[in-house]
């Protein structure tokens, strides 16, 4: 099982971005999929994860500015981050349990950059 994140890049502040996560190999279900970053010197947080059912949480600093959704047919996970700001960048990983042969599993996907700067 891998997770396939893409989407990163420079933005200036204001602007928008949208991230992207795909699951693949093989597998029964996946259950929470998530976004995670890490700022330079900072420990790695939660910015927002969603539920097989839908049901979403927020980190307070995101609340209002991205949004997380998820396509089950595709196994991927986006995240579209509007009014970006300079403390935004960071690098952005996605995370997933997911049920397979082995078990259910936590997996990590190899992390994309965020930039904010004008």
């Known amino acids: 099982v891998q997770l396939q994140a893409s989407g990163g890049g420079l933005v200036q502040p204001g602007g928008s971005l949208r991230l992207s996560c795909a699951a693949s190999?093989?597998?029964?279900?996946?259950?929470?999929m998530g976004w995670y970053r890490q700022a330079p010197g900072k420990q790695r947080e939660l910015v927002a994860a969603?539920?097989?059912?839908?049901?979403?949480n927020y980190a307070d600093s995101v609340k209002g500015r991205f949004t997380i959704s998820r396509d089950k047919a595709k196994s991927t996970v986006y995240l579209q981050m509007n009014s970006l700001k300079p403390e935004d960048t960071a690098v952005y990983y996605c995370n997933a349990d997911i049920w397979a042969v082995a078990g259910k599993a936590g997996y990590w996907g190899q992390g994309t950059l965020v930039t904010v700067s004008s």
């Open positions: 190999g093989s597998f029964f279900s996946i259950n929470v």
């Open positions: 969603i539920t097989s059912g839908g049901s979403t």
